[in-house]
Nanobody, 126 residues
Framework: QKWLVESGGGPVQAGGSLRLSCAAS???????LAWFRQAPGKGREGVAA???????KYTESAQGRFIISRDNAKNTVYLEMSGLQPEDTAMYYC?????????????????????WGQGTQVTVSS
């Protein structure tokens, strides 16, 4: 079992920035780490993912505005968000997938991760 705890969400004005953090219990070296979001009335969508080799994937709307990074020494994954817009308003979730045995594909598929955090709310006002 791996616990994930997100922080850093909150209200922000359009054009502003936020940095989300997600602290995991235990070693994250062998895990794909990702951020997902879910807006009211919509399905959960992948925002960004970072694999064990530090390769990254972004959804099209996040490309160029968001940056995902990880610090395995701190068992933490970050999502730096800039140029936020009202359509970025959502609950943001951190997730982890076990890549240690070579079967897990690090992706933005919300059905893939093994572990999820409880989420942190991001609200962008115009």
């Amino acid at each position: 079992q791996k616990w994930l705890v997100e922080s850093g969400g909150g209200p922000v004005q359009a054009g502003g920035s936020l940095r989300l953090s997600c602290a995991a219990s235990g070693d994250t070296n062998g895990f794909c780490l990702a951020w997902f979001r879910q807006a009211p009335g919509k399905g959960r969508e992948g925002v960004a993912a970072i694999d064990t080799d530090l390769s990254k994937k972004y959804t099209e709307s996040a490309q160029g505005r968001f940056i995902i990074s990880r610090d395995n020494a701190k068992n933490t994954v970050y999502l730096e968000m800039s140029g936020l817009q009202p359509e970025d308003t959502a609950m943001y979730y951190c997730a982890a997938g076990d890549s240690r045995f070579g079967y897990f594909v690090c992706s933005l598929n919300p059905g893939a991760p093994d572990y999820w955090g409880q989420g942190t709310q991001v609200t962008v006002s115009s």
